[in-house]
């Protein structure tokens, strides 16, 4: 989201409302956002998503 994180209560209705649709999983990942931070920043936190949920589903327990 540009204006809001993953806190607000817009994005949080939007991924509530998504999600009924259909069986899913909805990962919001809050981004290192810009002017602060230039890309690739945001690029990187969202590898860093992808690696972490990736641990998650191969390990038992959720432990690394």
């Keep these: 989201m540009i204006l809001n994180g993953p806190d607000t209560i817009f ?3 939007f991924c509530e409302n998504f ?3 259909g ?3 909805l990962v ?3 981004y290192c956002l810009a002017p602060e931070h230039r890309l690739p920043v ?3 936190d969202g590898e860093d998503a ?3 949920l990736k641990n998650q589903a191969l390990s038992p327990n ?3």
Excluded: D
């Design 62 to 64: 959720g432990q690394p």
């Design 11 to 13: 994005c949080h209705e």
């Design 19 to 21: 999600i009924r649709f």
């Design 42 to 44: 945001a690029y990187k």
């Design 23 to 25: 069986p899913a999983i």
């Design 28 to 30: 919001s990942v809050a």
């Design 50 to 52: 992808l690696l972490w």
